[in-house]
């Protein structure tokens, strides 16, 4: 069986993940491995009998690394960068699977998104990459949600407008807008008991504290709870952020001889939500069809695309980051033309984060590995 080492399981995106691949019975097909930066030498987790009897491994060990066949991180962009070339560097030449941005742009390495760029990842393999990079969350829950477009190469550019959850930047940040959305609470709940209290008097108390240094912002630094924040990631002083740079280029690495390559761009928005990214797409196609057709063929892009009829009862209870949350739901809806051109629709999409936006696309790499190499 081929050995794999897991670094970073029990992060955030790495939790999902193993829950995941405990759900779809995964750790049956490989020898698992698991490593630690800080706990080396203690028990292991113990999701099946193969774990019986192992302990964590020193996650920068790098000779212990090299006896893997496979390496899946979820760790982070700092433990690719300190432990990544070291380790190709002794002549290890496994496949390393990895959800941070560290490597997406490399030459070398493919960004993963199997239903869409599955035959990039088999003329890749078959060249000799090893390379295996989850994509941008936006980027990935984007391109499901039109894929059936795509396919027919319909679209000429998209303009994306995400509004990102707290997910998004870590689990520290989802805790802080737990904390902020208490605080915020806690300094108006007598006045909100009390039936005659005047609700600007209570919004000024609120703004009050939410702009003074008793706020909780270590991590946002600034208020979400309440709030958004209208820049996400770096400033690439050309008025982007590199979020909405990561729009353009990494869709077309992703798209690569699969499909034409598009224009992308828009703004990037964290908003005050937990978990699950939402998207306004105003999409430019080739040419005009009837908006039955263009459902369609939306509704046929995948098996994880839903889509939502454009009503509002439908709209408020199905395309919501409450209702997608912890599926693998690709909700697309308010899908319509536009006055602005006959060619331009709209549509709104949600999918969850940590799923189809983070670890199942590399799970579902690490079994596509697997199988090549059992094969």
Not at 174 to 194: H, K
Not at 269 to 293: G, N
Not at 318 to 340: C, F, N, Q, T, Y
Request: some cysteine.
């Amino acid at each position: 069986m081929k050995k794999v080492g897991f670094i970073g399981w029990r992060g955030m995106v790495g939790s999902v993940l193993i829950k995941r691949m405990i759900d779809e019975l995964d750790f049956d097909n490989f020898d698992s491995h698991f490593f630690s930066t800080s706990q080396a030498g203690q028990k292991n987790p113990e999701w099946n009998i193969n774990f019986k009897n192992k302990l964590l491994i020193d996650a920068f060990d790098i000779q212990e690394l090299s006896k893997m066949d496979i390496i899946m991180t979820c760790q982070g962009g700092d433990y690719t960068d300190k432990v990544f070339s070291k380790l190709r560097a002794t002549g290890w030449d496994g496949h390393w699977v990895d959800a941070a941005s560290t490597l997406r742009m490399e030459k070398n390495s493919v960004i993963v998104l199997d239903p869409l760029n599955q035959s990039s990842i088999d003329s890749s393999y078959d060249a000799g990459i090893k390379n295996w990079i989850g994509g941008n969350c936006t980027v990935s829950l984007m391109l499901l949600a039109i894929h059936g477009l795509l396919k027919e190469d319909l679209v000429e550019w998209v303009s994306s407008m995400t509004y990102q959850a707290a997910s998004g930047a870590g689990a520290n940040n989802m805790r802080e807008l737990l904390s902020q959305m208490g605080q915020i609470y806690s300094s108006v709940s007598d006045d909100l008991n009390q039936k005659n209290s005047n609700i600007l008097d209570i919004d000024s108390k609120a703004l009050a504290l939410m702009n003074s240094d008793k706020f909780q912002k270590n991590n946002f630094k600034v208020p979400l709870a309440g709030n958004l924040i209208p820049w996400i990631d770096e400033d690439l002083k050309n008025g982007q952020s590199r979020e909405e740079w990561k729009g353009q280029s990494e869709t077309n690495k992703i798209l690569n001889s699969s499909f034409n390559s598009i224009k992308v761009d828009g703004l990037c928005v964290r908003i005050a939500t937990m978990r699950s990214h939402c998207q306004a797409l105003t999409i430019k196609l080739k040419k005009s069809i009837p908006i039955e057709a263009i459902n369609e063929r939306i509704s046929n892009g995948n098996q994880w695309v839903k889509l939502i009829p454009n009503e509002k009862e439908s709209s408020i209870n199905l395309l919501s980051p409450a209702e997608v949350s912890g599926k693998l739901d690709i909700a697309v809806g308010r899908v319509r033309k536009l006055d602005i051109d006959k060619n331009c629709i709209s549509l709104f999409t949600v999918g969850d984060q940590l799923l189809w936006g983070a670890s199942e696309p590399i799970r579902r790499m690490l079994n596509i590995l697997v199988r090549k190499g059992n094969g």
